[in-house]
Nanobody, 130 residues
């Protein structure tokens, strides 16, 4: 059974950092892409970043590019999202998701398309105060 668990959220002040983790199990880690999405109250779910674990190719939304960095620990089947220079507008519930590599997975990942991700974990709350 594919399982994903996001953790590491919390309450920080603007300008500070957080590091999220997405622990996975039940599948071959480097056969998948792992993505981060977020959803703020009253807003639609937004793609944040996506990484192809096999080759490390990573995509970021314009809103986080240069501030957030995604990485993977293949030995622990865990993906991380390092979030620096946090802003109040980064406040949201953050979710990690996974999709097996396939014909259309590149488009799903590069386009940060939530509809292309089959497996989802429960979210972790990130709150950034001004």
């Amino acid at each position: 059974e594919v399982q994903l668990q996001a953790s590491g959220g919390g309450l920080v002040q603007a300008g500070e950092s957080l590091r999220l983790a997405c622990a996975t199990s039940g599948f071959t880690f480097d056969d998948y892409v792992i993505a981060w999405f977020r959803q703020a109250p009253g807003k639609e779910r937004e793609g944040v970043s996506c990484m192809s674990i096999f080759d490390g190719e990573t995509h970021y939304s314009n809103s986080v590019k240069g501030r957030f960095t995604m990485s993977s620990d293949n030995a622990k089947a865990t993906a991380h999202l390092q979030m620096d220079s946090l802003k109040p507008e980064d406040t949201a519930v953050y979710y990690c998701a996974a999709q097996q590599l396939g014909y259309e997975t590149y488009e799903y990942c590069s386009g940060l398309m939530s509809s292309g991700m089959r497996h989802w974990g429960k979210g972790t709350q990130v709150t950034v105060s001004s």
